[in-house]
């Protein structure tokens, strides 16, 4: 094969794989899209902040130390309970501004079943959070 059999050739399979990863990544945007929530936050919401990592958000003056920027992801709408009261006192920062979650106790397990293999769960309560902010972490890390 030369010439312009060759390049006809080549088109046509580097169109049917340009179609074909299209094909993959609209399977995967729709995937994705189904566990995306529209959310808008303003200016005097009240909100909780998830600590793991840091993005965008202007923080109290007691609380200039920590970074002021949070991705959208770690907040969550505030439902006033008087339970969600923290001091700011209790909140040790560490030097490098990291704030070490302990888990307090075990509430659930579970096992989640793959095509080649099974991965035991735990539903663990972390300190300073509600039983409804529990989350499932793999067996082994927990130990």
Do not use: C
Not at 1 to 12: A, F, I, N, Q, Y
Not at 73 to 84: E, G, K
């Amino acid at each position: 094969m030369l010439g312009p059999e060759l390049v006809s050739e080549t088109d046509d399979k580097v169109r049917l794989i340009r179609d074909r990863l299209k094909l993959v990544f609209n399977k995967h945007k729709s995937y994705a899209n189904l566990k995306r929530r529209e959310i808008e936050y303003f200016v005097g919401n009240f909100i909780f902040l998830r600590v793991l990592s840091w993005k965008k958000l202007e923080l109290a003056p007691d609380l200039d130390r920590i970074h002021n920027v949070f991705h959208v992801s770690m907040l969550r709408y505030y439902r006033s309970n008087l339970t969600h009261i923290v001091p700011i006192e209790e909140i040790k920062v560490r030097p490098y501004l990291t704030f070490k979650e302990e888990p307090i106790q075990v509430l659930d397990r579970d096992l989640k079943v793959l095509q080649r293999k099974s991965i035991p769960l735990v539903k663990v309560l972390w300190q300073n959070h509600s039983t409804e902010n529990a989350t499932w972490e793999p067996d082994h890390t927990m130990r």
